[in-house]
């Protein structure tokens, strides 16, 4: 009866022993990180230092991790407009081979028939080639704009690395007491914990991973638009704005006159109907033409004849 007891009471130690490996400060820091996603950290992160862009200082850390190797992501979103949409398009495909990068997404839409080709890109290239791709990517067209954002995970992966650290002891720990287990009951309730830490472990080094992965890889949102001119930005001059201007007017009457061209032929059996229909009644009209209308005649004006006078009229002498 004291052998059963046994296992239980160190089942009790280990876990004891387990709680205390991890200081109370780094637990409750990954309690977080356990119950949300990587990028929920992130944001958690980025409410508390605010976003740092790529110029900025980095944000104040914990002193027990100012002297660890910093771990920063690197993000940025960027416009690009192009002339020539195929020339813009190999520019940034370029550099994205020339900096060890890759595509993670991509999708184009649009035809080189109606000028409104588009493109939107995810790059993953590598941090240190970061600034880099930024400066090559866009020499193809012009960049309309660009935003940048640094964030500092430090302190979330050091709590990440100290639960790791944390459950990995008490995994060995388990492990210890499974081989001295004496009942198929201590056994089972040994391995049902193991279970979860194990499912722990796996969750909390997959975390781990990706944060490496953003630290090691920076991401780069990128769309590419075809334009006929390039938008005006704060820096253009008042003559080159008139240029732009009147250039575009002119790609738009263009425009407008191919747009018309092009519904004339689509509309061109309703416009050979309506021709037929106007030239029937041309003919008709012509074989049978309107008779002149005849003006009425004058009306005669009356007469008026005074009354002959009689003879026994008396004439009356003024």
């Given at each position: 009866m004291k052998k059963r007891l046994g296992i239980p009471a160190a089942l009790l130690a280990a876990a004891?022993?387990?709680?205390?490996?991890?200081?109370?400060?780094?637990?409750?820091?990954?309690?977080?990180?356990?119950?949300?996603?990587?990028?929920?950290?992130?944001?958690?992160?980025?409410?508390?230092?605010?976003?740092?862009?790529s110029g900025s200082t980095t944000p104040s850390l914990d002193p027990s991790v100012q002297n660890t190797e910093q771990k920063i992501v690197y993000t940025a979103?960027?416009?690009i407009e192009a002339t020539d949409f195929a020339a813009a398009r190999d520019a940034f495909l370029a550099a994205v081979e020339d900096t060890g990068g890759w595509l993670e997404h991509t999708y184009v839409s649009g035809s080189e028939e109606d000028h409104d080709?588009?493109?939107?890109?995810?790059?993953?290239?590598?941090?240190?080639?970061?600034?880099?791709?930024?400066?090559?990517?866009?020499?193809?067209?012009?960049?309309?704009?660009?935003?940048?954002?640094?964030?500092n995970i430090t302190e979330n992966y050091i709590d990440v690395?100290?639960?790791?650290?944390?459950?990995?002891?008490?995994?060995?720990?388990?492990?210890a007491l499974a081989?001295?287990?004496?009942?198929?009951?201590?056994?089972?309730e040994i391995e049902n914990q193991l279970t979860d830490v194990q499912y722990e472990l796996e969750s909390y080094t997959r975390k781990l991973r990706a944060m490496d992965s953003q630290?090691?890889?920076?991401?780069?949102?990128?769309?590419?638009n075809e334009v006929a001119v390039y938008s005006p930005t704060a820096s253009t001059g008042f003559g080159?704005?008139?240029?732009?201007?009147?250039?575009?007017?002119?790609?738009?009457?263009v425009s407008f006159v191919q747009g018309l061209?092009?519904?004339?032929?689509?509309?061109?059996?309703?416009?050979?109907?309506?021709?037929?229909?106007?030239?029937?009644?041309?003919?008709?009209?012509?074989?049978?033409?309107?008779?002149?209308?005849?003006?009425?005649?004058?009306?005669?004006?009356?007469?008026?004849?005074?009354?002959?006078?009689t003879p026994n009229q008396p004439k009356y002498k003024q």
């Open positions: 004891l022993l387990a709680a205390c490996g991890a200081s109370s400060e780094s637990y409750a820091s990954s309690a977080s990180v356990a119950n949300g996603s990587y990028y929920d950290e992130s944001a958690a992160m980025e409410a508390e230092y605010g976003g740092t862009d979103d960027m416009r080709r588009y493109a939107s890109y995810t790059v993953r290239v590598p941090a240190e080639n970061y600034r880099a791709f930024l400066e090559q990517a866009g020499k193809g067209g012009s960049v309309s704009s660009l935003s940048e954002d640094a964030s690395q100290a639960r790791l650290a944390a459950l990995e002891a008490q995994r060995d720990r388990l492990n081989d001295k287990a004496e009942t198929t009951a201590d056994l089972l630290v090691m890889y920076s991401t780069v949102e990128a769309t590419l080159q704005r008139i240029a732009d201007a009147f250039s575009e007017g002119g790609a738009g009457f061209a092009v519904a004339v032929v689509y509309l061109w059996p309703l416009l050979l109907i309506v021709a037929v229909a106007v030239t029937a009644v041309a003919l008709w009209r012509r074989k049978h033409p309107k008779k002149p209308k005849q003006k009425p005649a004058a009306p005669t004006p009356a007469v008026y004849d005074a009354p002959a006078e």
